[in-house]
């Protein structure tokens, strides 16, 4: 595997520091921005990063979740990927906001969620341009996995990763509880 990734996944997450103390329209509540010393993350493991095809669904249902307002939202369910995490066969469900978006969100919950990362889950966000392989199949990395606004500050409504997108095994990669 190439170091390349890793290295694109520590860039990413200083980044996300930087604009998290630095920048106005930080998630970050302001009178916390000075003592913000970044975001706390599982060490990068290659264990949690897959090259995956996605089994698109012939007919796209709406998936109606909930949010961490108590509002709901809707998403198209577009397919899902099947893979193996901690010994144990796992499913998640890709979703598209807009049919003609190229982007995929997965959301999740796994086993940590609530002891190590954020209570109501985590998201991925796969962007076509940059996740995909000339192959066409899809890179599902958990260590881009990241917590919603609303884990920074109750200003934010997000949306709840549904339960047919959780999993009963620890993903121990991607950024951990806030605080």
Known sequence: MSTDWRASVRTRREEKDEYFRSYPHSPIPEDER????GLSYYPVDGTYRFELQLDEHDGRETVTVGTSTGGESDYLRWGEFRFEVG???ATLRA???DP???RLW???RDSTSGEETYGA???LDLEA???RTDDGTWILDFNEAYN???AYSERYECPLPPTENWLDVPVEAGERTYR
């Open 34 to 37: 000075d003592s913000f010393d």
């Open 87 to 89: 010994g144990e066969e």
């Open 95 to 97: 979703y598209k906001g």
């Open 100 to 102: 003609d978006d190229d």
């Open 106 to 108: 997965v959301p999740f």
């Open 121 to 123: 889950g985590r998201y």
């Open 129 to 131: 341009d940059t996740h």
């Open 148 to 150: 919603p606004t609303c």
